[in-house]
Structure formats: C-alpha cells, structure tokens
C-alpha cells in the first residue's frame, strides 16, 4: 500500500502505528519530512487519477460489544458495573473508616468544645457542624469521587467508552440521542458541569436531549457520595441499587416524552469504532488529579459554606419555622416536615442533602424504607444543582435552561406522588 501510494503521489509514504510511534518512528518520519519536493509529475496528476483508498492497515479489534445479539446487553451490565463496583467498594471503604473517625476525631472534639459559646458549639459540633457533619461527609464523600474518577479515567484512556457507545447507538436513538451523546452522560457521572460543557460534541438535532438527560438521570459523583452516605446512616445501604435502577428508568422515560425520538433522516453519523488498548498510567491519573482538584476547591469548600448557614439557620430557629411553614407541602408526599432542610440545600448542591445526617442519622433511621427512597429521590431530582443550571444557561440560554428546570421539576413530582400513593401507607 505504501509503495503504491508513494508511486501515485510522487512523495514518500510511512505507514505507522500512532499509538506506539517510539524514537525510531519519529526519526524516520523527520527523515521523510527532509527528503526532496515531490517530483513534477506527482504535482501534475489529474486529480480523478489519485485513488481514494481506506489507510487502515488493520482494524479495530472485536468484542464482544460488536455481538449481534448480546453485544448491547453486554454493553448496559459494563456500564452499570463501571459504576456500581466503584460505588460498593467506596461504601466499604467508608463503612470501614467512619467508626475510627467517629471516635479518634469527633468525639474528642466535641469533647473539646463542651465550654464554648453556644454559637460557635453549633458551628463546629452541632447538628450541621463543621467538624461533626462536614467530618462525615467527607468521609463518605471522598472515595466515591476517587473510584468513579477511577472508573471513568480508566474507561475513557481505554477506549472502552467509545465502544460502549457505539453499541447503544441504536437504543439511544430511541430516546431521542445518538450513541456520541452517551459520552457526555457518562462523564456527567463525575461531574454534571462538566457533562453539559462536553455535550458540544453533539449534533444540534440531539444537544438538548443530551444535556436534558444529564440533567435529571445522571447522578454525579457528588450526588452519589450523600445518597450513599444517607443510605448507610438510615442502615440500608441496599437502598443504593433500587434508586440507581430507578434514577435510569425514569430518566430515560423522561428524555423519551420531552425530546421525542430521532427521525431515520436525523443525525446519520456513525460511530467508528475505536481501537482499544491498555489505560496509559500518566493520562490516568493526569484525568484523576482534575477531578480530585475540583472536588478539593470546588465541592468541599461549598459544602462547608451550606454547613456554616445550616447551622446559623438552625441556631437562629430559622430550620424549625421553614419545616413548620413547608410541612403541608411535604404531607402531599406523605413525609415530615423536618426534612425539608436538605431539599432545599440539595437545590443548591447535589451533597446538600448530607444535612440530615445530624445527630448521627438519627432523623432519616426513623423513616420507613419508602419514605427514604422518596426523600432522595425528591432531593437528587427535584432540580439540578444552581451551578448546573447556571451552566445550561451560559451555553444555550436563559430560556432553555427554565424550560429544563420546569420539566425536570414536574417529572420527579409525578414520579413522587406515585411512589408515595403506591408504597406509602403511614400519614
């Protein structure tokens, strides 16, 4: 092939493995790039003469993604366990860690602070507590952003992503996205800012799909750590999978009757398939740094701030008259008052909801399986987070992003008032 299009051209032609171009490659490429001008007769070839061929020297290897009949199960079960295995092992990590926390770090500090003020012991050890609810928090935060960055690093220096997509390309198209939309939702599994920023990859026939998606049935990794944490104070940590199965469900019904499917004319790209190899450290951990230098400036100092107002709330009864005032709206849904705190933070930020964790989880071990479930639910779906919001705003507009909200807000009530009719039968 190389002889032959060398002859035709009249210029010199190397054919090279770019992946694995060592210093030999390179110099025989800086050899080529020196040698003479191609010859006139190359220049002068008619131009229907020059054969347009496939440069592939090989093709990508197959899977068993490329199976026709189990090739897109195959793909939904790798997806779900490059994310439930990361979020199990960060579960028995952090069920692991919090008993030594809890006694080599909490309990001493508050122990500390028995003469402070009353206003900084509710700062500090109080239900909303700098040291006794962020400590926590973090804890249980931490390695589900650690193994999901993991994951999705590994996935995406792989090539394992872009397969994954390709297979479900058919599937998606059915909810009105294309198999290339699949790699922004991913990503919205670390961080759903970054997702709708990565969803300019898409056609213009599938962006708003694509980003309506990420916005209500992606749970970034932020989400995933309070749920999990949350799952695990109330001591049902099992909880986690139901949820997920339906945060899936529901947020694929939900992109199917707001954005329609895509017509057979509709954005025909195809996705090539790409080559698979071994993740290279370096990229690795390069993608891990990012995510865990957002989580560290970005998410933590954030939620630290919401457990400084919590607490000013709290200590200024302000956190009692909001549940009084907002008990009526919270009885349609058939759950107290008093957790209407963390909703209303979960609208600020996804791990908001790590608010009612207070007194040791003592609030939500009350609740009965449905009403937990329910309580996350409303809280991971009710809207995305402002900055998410902020962000579909700065890329499309104003009006997109309240039109987003709205449907997002009347599909997680819907889906509310059914689970609470179906499965919940206490007042």
């Not at 060592?22 to 010859?39: T, Y």
């Not at 990565?198 to 749920?227: D, E, L, N, P, V």
């Not at 009084?324 to 107290?336: I, M, S």
Request: aromatic fraction near 10%; charge should be positive; include cysteine.
């Amino acid at each position: 092939m190389t002889e032959y299009l060398s002859e035709t051209s009249g210029a010199p032609v190397l054919a090279v493995n770019a992946r694995e171009a060592g210093s030999n490659v390179r110099q025989g490429i800086v050899q080529l790039l020196l040698q003479d001008k191609p010859a006139p007769s190359a220049v002068s070839l008619p131009r229907q003469k020059i054969p347009v061929i496939n440069l592939l020297a090989e093709f990508p290897q197959q899977t068993i993604f490329e199976h026709r009949w189990c090739g897109k199960v195959a793909a939904i079960v790798c997806l779900f366990l490059l994310f439930a295995v990361p979020v199990w092992g960060a579960w028995l990590l952090s069920d692991f860690i919090q008993p030594v926390i809890d006694s080599a770090v909490i309990q001493p500090l508050k122990n500390i602070t028995t003469s402070w003020p009353d206003v900084l012991k509710t700062l500090f050890v109080g239900n909303y507590g700098l040291f006794s609810l962020g400590l926590y928090s973090f804890v249980w935060a931490f390695p589900v952003v650690v193994l999901i960055g993991l994951s999705l690093s590994l996935t995406d220096d792989s090539g394992l992503k872009e397969r994954i997509t390709a297979t479900l390309d058919p599937w998606l198209r059915k909810l009105g996205l294309s198999g290339q939309d699949l790699i922004p939702v991913l990503s919205s599994f670390g961080c759903n800012v970054v997702a709708v920023f990565q969803s300019r990859s898409c056609s213009r026939c599938t962006r708003h799909a694509c980003i309506s998606m990420i916005s209500f049935g992606a749970a970034c990794s932020y989400q995933t750590g309070a749920t999990l944490s949350l799952f695990n104070a109330a001591h049902q940590p099992w909880l986690f999978i139901p949820y997920l199965s339906l945060l899936f469900f529901t947020g694929a019904i939900h992109t199917r009757l707001w954005n329609g499917s895509l017509k057979p004319g509709q954005n025909q790209r195809l996705t090539e398939l790409t080559w698979l190899q071994w993740p290279r450290w370096r990229n690795v951990t390069w993608m891990l740094k990012n995510i865990l230098r957002q989580f560290i400036t970005q998410a933590m100092p954030l939620f630290l701030i919401i457990c400084i107002v919590a607490g000013m709330l709290d200590y200024a009864g302000i956190t009692r008259w909001l549940s009084e005032t907002t008990a009526p709206l919270l009885h349609l849904f058939k759950l107290p008052a008093e957790l209407m705190p963390g909703i209303i933070f979960s609208l600020l930020r996804k791990d908001g909801l790590m608010v009612l964790n207070q007194d040791g989880g003592s609030l939500i071990q009350s609740l009965s399986t449905s009403q937990l479930l329910l309580l996350v639910w409303l809280a991971s779906t009710l809207m995305a987070c402002l900055v998410t919001v902020f962000t579909i705003a700065r890329e499309i507009n104003w009006r997109f992003a309240a039109a987003v909200a709205g449907k997002q807000v009347l599909s997680s009530l819907v889906v509310a008032l059914v689970i609470s009719q179906l499965f919940i039968h206490e007042a």
